[in-house]
């Protein structure tokens, strides 16, 4: 069975994030979850460090997923970590535009493959732009995120 590597900024981790998760599990031996962060911006390292943190926690009773934070190309990010398969999620037409083209670079420049998993329904509205954009307003954003 394979090792998956859900790479993602999941600023902040969403219901939608672990919708994927959840449900791409069975079909993995484990799933590394990659924040990743760009190195050239202050301060990213240490809030994709909190993230990944955060997300482990939520897994803590599952030894089948692992949360790590990184910097530089996902192909090598998810190679180092035993993972030989990129999973991503897709809600939309765009997602799906967007998607092909990441598989695309990875496969190419990293010989890897991309699963896609599509959003349930109730969650392909959910993004994490839109949830930093409810806490910016003070709304209550605990339904979005796990
Ligand atoms: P990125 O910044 O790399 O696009 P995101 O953290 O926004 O990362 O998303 C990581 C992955 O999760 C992407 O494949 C994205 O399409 C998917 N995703 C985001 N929100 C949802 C959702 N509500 N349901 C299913 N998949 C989602």
């Given amino acids: 069975m394979s090792v998956a590597f859900f790479a993602g900024s999941f600023d ?6 672990k919708s994927i998760v959840d449900r791409a599990l069975p079909h ?4 590394v979850v990659g924040v990743g962060f760009n190195v ?21 009773g599952d030894d089948r997923v692992e949360a790590v934070s990184y910097s530089g190309l996902t192909t090598d990010a998810a190679k180092s970590h035993g ?8 809600r939309s037409c765009s997602d799906f535009e ?14 890897m493959e991309t699963m896609l998993i599509f959003a349930l329904p109730e ?5 994490s732009s839109m949830v930093r954009e ?11 995120v796990p």
Wanted: glycine share 10%.
């Fill in 40 to 60: 050239r911006k202050p301060g990213s390292r240490e809030d994709a460090a909190r993230r990944a943190s955060h997300i482990s926690r939520l897994y803590a």
């Fill in 123 to 127: 969650y392909d509205s959910i993004s």
């Fill in 83 to 90: 993972a030989d398969v990129l999973l991503r999620g897709v």
């Fill in 134 to 144: 409810l806490e910016a307003f003070g709304a209550d954003t605990t339904p979005f």
């Fill in 12 to 17: 902040p981790f969403t219901v939608g994030h």
């Fill in 98 to 111: 967007y998607e092909r083209g990441m598989a695309d670079v990875n496969r190419r420049i990293g010989g």
């Fill in 28 to 31: 993995f031996e484990r799933i």
